[in-house]
């Protein structure tokens, strides 16, 4: 029997192949041919386009990375199935790439996005915008902090296109994303909070299937993968029923009073809100000290052109929960419980 030779067996799909299949895709779509480009002009990957090369730069990133060690929701949980920052952000690429896929958008786009999109927050779930917005004129935001994280901290040179959906990912920001691809990763942060942060709550004892909004349930359907389903699906047909990226409505009302009940009670409530209050005021002590302390701020966070204040801050967001922890116990709590002065010694 005969080998195949190589050239029969296999197919080159190098940069040009691929930008090539991107003309296939939806009209709506964003075509790496058509990127607005990076803040520095680069010669192109043979193999890869410019957004592929954008999503491997953040998977290799360091950034990237301490997400494992960062909280989505619960702080410091006993168990071992409860969502990381990077599972939710790996959750998101997925559901993302879903409806990208579905929608005939590019997927690498979506891919480059969803992987990015959190990397801007700080240790302890969200607690970054209330933890540090007290120390800037216009507030904090993890999206923002993305944004100058890949560009300045650990400097990617991302595309324009990647660049715009982690800074406007939040439903908070306006404008939304430039790009289909963008809304997709908007879509799909929100899809998949909802989803495994009910399920961690229940998994936590914090709720009880009976506790969930009947409303919600009547639309969604049972928490976990039918609600992800039901979810992608009514994106998907309302979409393509209307010629761009939008969740049907009658659904797009049940997240939202999910989401309110998450927040009324989930996030703020009981022993989570206490937690929630002890990592905002060890960020704050955190910030404090470095304030007072500048020459303890690494050089790889000191960006000179920076005031004191946002270097402190980005060092302090780049911290995941365990070296802020441990960090807090060096500097800090020394100071607040320091033992009394025994007799004799200096005061």
């Known amino acids: 029997m005969s080998t195949p030779s190589p050239e029969a067996s296999l197919i080159r799909r190098d940069r040009a192949w691929r930008l090539a299949e991107e003309e296939r895709l939806s009209p709506l779509a964003t075509r790496a041919a058509a990127s607005r ?13 410019d957004f592929e090369r954008d999503r491997d730069r953040v998977l290799h990133s360091k950034a990237f990375r301490r997400l494992k060690h960062k909280t989505q929701v ?9 969502v990381t920052r990077l599972t939710h952000v790996l959750q998101v690429t997925q559901v993302a790439r879903s409806l990208a896929r579905a929608l005939g958008l590019n997927e690498s786009l979506t891919e480059a996005i969803a992987l990015a999109h959190d990397c801007g927050h700080t240790p302890f779930g969200h607690t970054g915008e209330e933890a540090l917005g007290p120390y800037f004129a216009d507030g904090w935001h993890h999206a923002r902090q ?12 991302l595309t324009w296109e990647v660049r715009d959906g982690i800074g406007a990912h939040p439903w908070s920001v306006t404008p939304p994303p430039a790009t289909a691809e963008g809304l997709c990763v908007r879509l799909a942060d929100r899809i998949a909070y909802l989803s495994h942060d009910t399920l961690d709550a229940v ?30 699906r009514a994106a998907v047909d309302h979409s393509v029923a209307h010629g761009a990226v939008a969740m049907e409505p009658t659904v797009l009302e049940a997240m939202a009073e999910l989401r309110a009940f998450l927040f009324d009670r989930v996030y703020l ?48 967001a780049g911290m995941t929960d365990r070296y802020a922890l441990a960090l807090h116990d060096e500097v800090v709590r020394p100071r607040l419980f320091a033992p009394p002065p025994r007799p004799g010694d200096p005061t």
Do not use: K
């Open 37 to 49: 480009g990076r803040a520095a002009p680069e010669e192109p990957c043979a193999l890869r386009t």
């Open 74 to 82: 619960f702080l410091d949980p006993e168990g071992d199935h409860f």
């Open 146 to 157: 993305g944004v100058r994280l890949f560009a300045v901290l650990e400097p990617l040179n």
């Open 203 to 232: 998994r936590a004892g914090v709720l009880s299937d009976e506790d969930l909004p009947g409303t919600a349930l009547g639309v969604l359907g049972h928490p976990g993968s039918e609600w992800v389903d039901t979810m992608v």
């Open 269 to 316: 409530a009981g022993d989570n809100r206490r937690r929630h209050q002890e990592a905002v005021a060890t960020i704050q002590r955190l910030m404090d000290h470095l304030l007072a302390n500048p020459q303890q701020v690494p050089d790889s966070y000191r960006d000179d052109t920076a005031d004191l204040t946002t270097q402190c801050a980005d060092y302090v």
